[in-house]
């Protein structure tokens, strides 16, 4: 079986200042995860270590890197699936974890559970051995000079934020930042998996959660057809049920591309901004997204590795 693999750091208004490290950042985790499945590694493997190398980059909003709140604290949402068999696992509104896509890749193989939130996946963690890091550990300088702007509402803070959260996302300026990331895969044995982390929106209330942990909406895989793994404006995502609407479309014979393209006209409806990367069962990979950017890579072994932001992919020159 021909292995495929596509990553996303978020679908945006990616500043001019940061398309290079965005292209640099999944670039790295591109092909980090290429060198997995390479090796022979599963697709749930390479999905999980992907995403685990996004989290790691404060540039994205994942992990590190995340947004803070409105009561000043970090919640992040991460799912993962396996095509395979169906399983998945996901979490929300997470505390003090480093790397949630790992957590809920532990709710999938180690509990009954498919999601599990706030304390309960706390306690879930801890009983798991997962480590808890520092709140600051997971707070990049940036966040923390968005939020404070916005407590004291100074510079138009305010119009900002109601701008992020408006339907599409109209207005959207450079301050809003939606790098959520993700990352899809399939593997020698034919298995696709997908899986998706994020920190959530600006100024989120407490306890929100969007698409990134929920099944179907943000993240789904499925051996007959393909895995998905969406980024974007959550609300939107969730009301349309993205990521499963783009699989039954390659299950029911559209080509990735019609199948991208179709559910990205779903999002139509509900005046969604979004952007998701798909792999099929063959191996064929794409990218769609109605944002004005939207960092991204993919590899088969066919076309090589690619990566870009803008409208247009170029050669990953770390592969080289």
């Known amino acids: 079986m021909a292995i495929a693999l596509a990553v996303h750091g978020g679908a945006w208004n990616v500043p001019d200042g940061e398309v290079e490290p965005h292209r640099a950042g999944v670039a790295t985790a591109l092909v980090a995860g290429w060198t997995l499945l390479r090796d022979g590694a ?3 493997d390479a999905v999980e270590h992907a995403v685990r190398i996004l989290e790691e980059d404060p540039i994205f909003n994942a992990g590190v890197g995340s947004h803070l709140n409105r009561a000043g604290r970090v919640e992040m949402d991460a799912s993962i699936m396996s095509g395979a068999s169906l399983e998945a696992g996901a979490v929300a509104a997470l505390e003090r974890i480093s790397h949630p896509v790992s957590l809920a890749r532990r709710v ?3 509990s009954e559970h498919v999601l599990l939130v706030g304390g309960g996946a706390q306690t879930f963690a801890r009983e798991q051995g997962f480590e808890r890091c520092r709140a600051r550990d997971l707070l990049s300088g940036r966040e923390r000079e968005r939020y404070l702007a916005i407590r004291a509402d100074t510079e138009g803070a305010r119009e900002l934020i109601a701008r992020e959260f408006s339907p599409g996302g109209e207005g959207r300026t450079d301050d809003s930042h939606m790098g959520t990331v993700g990352a899809v895969a399939v593997d020698r044995d034919g298995n696709v998996a997908a899986a998706t982390s994020t920190g959530g929106t600006q100024d989120k209330y407490p306890g929100r959660v969007g698409d990134t942990s929920l099944i179907g909406a943000g993240t789904y895989a499925d051996n007959h057809a393909g895995a998905v793994s969406c980024t974007g404006w959550g609300e939107g995502i969730l009301r349309v049920v993205l990521a499963k609407g783009v699989v039954d479309r390659l299950a029911a014979g559209e080509d990735p591309s019609s199948a991208a ?11 969604g901004h979004a952007g998701f990367v798909l792999v099929d ?3 064929n990979t794409t990218a769609a997204f109605n944002t004005p950017r939207m960092a991204r890579g993919l590899a088969s072994e066919a076309d090589g590795l690619w ?5 247009n992919l170029v050669r990953c020159p770390e592969a080289e």
Not at 262 to 268: C, H, K, S, Y
Not at 307 to 311: L, P, Q, R
């Open 281 to 283: 069962h063959q191996g």
């Open 261 to 271: 393209n179709g559910a990205l006209r779903t999002l139509e409806r509900v005046g």
């Open 307 to 311: 990566v870009g932001v803008d409208a």
């Open 42 to 44: 599963s697709a749930v």
């Open 108 to 110: 999938m193989e180690a």
